[in-house]
C-alpha cells in the first residue's frame, strides 16, 4: 500500500511563491508516474503538473514558466515550486502515484492508483 502526505501549502499573495513536497510511503516502482492536481469548491480537480520515471514532465497551459515539479532519485519526494502566483492558483492541491509508465498525453487526467489528502494553497490579490 502506498500513502502520500503533501505539506508546504499555505497562504500567500499575489506574486509570492511557495513550495509543495510530498511524501510518499511504500512501494513505488521504478515506473511510477506522479503528479500534482489542484481543486476548488464547486470545480472538478484538474492537472497542475507530473513526472514520468524518466524525468519527462508535463504542465497545464495556465501554470507553464510558472511551476516546476521534481522529484528525487528514489522517487520518495516529489515537490512542486510554485513562483509569481496569482488568486486563481488557490486551491486545495493534491499529490497522486501510478505504477504506470504512462504517455505524455495522459499525465495530466486523473487515473492514478493513490492520493494524498492535500494540502491548501490560497493566493490573495
Known amino acids: 500500500q502506498v500513502r502520500l502526505v503533501e505539506s508546504g501549502g499555505g497562504s500567500v499573495q499575489a506574486g509570492g511563491s511557495l513550495r509543495l513536497s510530498c511524501a510518499a510511503f511504500?512501494?513505488?516502482?521504478?515506473?511510477?508516474?506522479m503528479g500534482w492536481f489542484r481543486q476548488t469548491p464547486g470545480a472538478e480537480r484538474e492537472g497542475v503538473a507530473a513526472?514520468?520515471?524518466?524525468?519527462?514532465?508535463k504542465y497545464a497551459d495556465s501554470v507553464k514558466g510558472r511551476f516546476t515539479i521534481s522529484q528525487d532519485n528514489a522517487k520518495t519526494r516529489m515537490y512542486l515550486q510554485m513562483n509569481s502566483l496569482k488568486p486563481e492558483d488557490t486551491g486545495m492541491y493534491y499529490c497522486?502515484?501510478?505504477?504506470?509508465?504512462?504517455?505524455?498525453?495522459?499525465?495530466?487526467?486523473?487515473?492514478?492508483?493513490?492520493w494524498g489528502q492535500g494540502t491548501q494553497v490560497t493566493v490573495s490579490s
Open positions: 511504500g512501494y513505488i516502482p521504478s515506473t511510477a508516474s
Open positions: 497522486a502515484a501510478d505504477y504506470r509508465f504512462r504517455a505524455l498525453s495522459d499525465l495530466l487526467n486523473l487515473w492514478y492508483n493513490y
Open positions: 513526472i514520468r520515471s524518466d524525468g519527462s514532465t
